[in-house]
């Protein structure tokens, strides 16, 4: 019977979602119970839960109950395994909490998944850019293979990526591909195809999509992703945001909080309306990921140098459905040293079963 031991999961009505995301990230049980002060089950609280959150407008600060689903499926402690098993399967859960006749949680029902379904969706990796900011380090290696704890950078995102089911990897090259090539070959040590793209000159991060082979662009959408970041998205539930909501292409945006270090004056005409002390502003921002329809790459101008975001406004421009997909699992921008530093200490934090 795998009955979870719930408290490890378990946060307090007060908690915020920024809580919920830490035990997320570090029970890896895709769930979170909402619980009374007398361990009654108040809700439950899944990454998705925490997207549409975000995207009706709550912030990582905002409580956790605001995005909670606050009448989950349960099973209850007198009926059978079997019993607990229907209920996940009629409603397609993974978990089920567990109470008892008062209410009270005494665990967590789940069923383990043996097999990871092998999806052929392309995964496109953007790997040429110089890292002009991330010299002298660069000078040698191409950032994406910048050691990041035991192993490159670029090897834990295939790692990462690959244990989702994905097998079909393009790797778009430039500065310095050699390197990449002759560390990852063929891709069949991780268990992957590997096809190289060669940029005969810097492309940006959408120019060397031109130069997809066919086959590419016959099994549904397809993952483009700057290959610097690291990252524990779920690719399988971008894949499903982006067919669910009928895009031509998802973003991933990130929410990035600044605060103003000053009281804020709100002017209507020559009169003060309102002071505003030390507001922060939220925005959600580009965070280099992307999922897209086969059929938009003809947008793509062949040959050139071109970038997703010039991409995405003319797609605006024409009216097409594009969306954005809020990222609730770790991220990092691997941008300058300081991010560099940092991805060092979070490594064995987020990322420990690729320690070995």
């Not at 670029?154 to 393009?170: A, D, M, N, P, R």
Request: proline residues 5%; hydrophobic residues 35%; contains cysteine.
């Amino acid at each position: 019977m795998n009955l979870f031991d719930w408290q490890t999961i378990a946060i307090s009505e007060q908690a915020t979602i920024r809580d919920a995301l830490t035990v997320l990230d570090q029970q890896a049980m895709q769930i979170v119970l909402v619980i009374s002060p007398e361990q009654k089950l108040v809700g439950t609280v899944t990454d998705g839960d925490i997207r549409r959150g975000l995207l009706k407008g709550a912030s990582l600060d905002s409580l956790i109950i605001n995005v909670a689903n606050t009448e989950p499926t349960v099973g209850l402690e007198h009926e059978t395994e079997m019993v607990w098993k229907q209920h996940i399967k009629r409603k397609s859960l993974r978990h089920l909490p567990i109470i008892n006749s008062d209410h009270k949680v005494i665990g967590l029902y789940y069923v383990q998944t043996e097999h990871t379904l092998r999806r052929k969706n392309p995964v496109v990796l953007m790997l040429g850019g110089l890292g002009m900011r991330l010299r002298p380090l660069t000078e040698t290696l191409p950032k994406p293979m910048l050691p990041v704890g035991n192993q490159p950078i670029l090897e834990t995102i295939v790692k990462h990526i690959s244990e989702q089911g994905f097998t079909e990897f393009y790797f778009c090259i430039n500065y310095l591909g050699e390197t990449i090539r002759n560390h990852f070959g063929d891709g069949s040590q991780w268990g992957v195809n590997i096809t190289y793209i060669e940029e005969g000159q810097p492309m940006g991060t959408a120019g060397a999509l031109s130069l997809l082979p066919s086959g590419a662009l016959n099994n549904g959408p397809m993952i483009v992703m700057n290959g610097d970041l690291l990252t524990k998205v779920d690719f399988t539930a971008l894949i499903d945001f982006h067919t669910e909501h009928k895009n031509c292409i998802t973003t991933c945006v990130r929410e990035y909080s600044q605060q103003v270090p000053y009281g804020v004056i709100e002017m209507d005409g020559s009169q003060i309306s309102q002071i505003v002390e030390k507001p922060t502003y939220r925005y959600f921002v580009n965070a280099g990921i992307y999922c897209l329809d086969a059929d938009i790459l003809q947008k793509i101008p062949d040959n050139e140098f071109y970038d997703m975001p010039t991409l995405v406004d003319g797609l605006l421009q024409e009216g097409k459905r594009t969306g954005g997909f809020p990222l609730t699992e770790y991220w990092m921008d691997i941008g300058h040293i300081p991010d560099y530093e940092q991805a060092q200490a979070d490594y064995e934090v987020y990322f420990k079963d690729n320690l070995n």
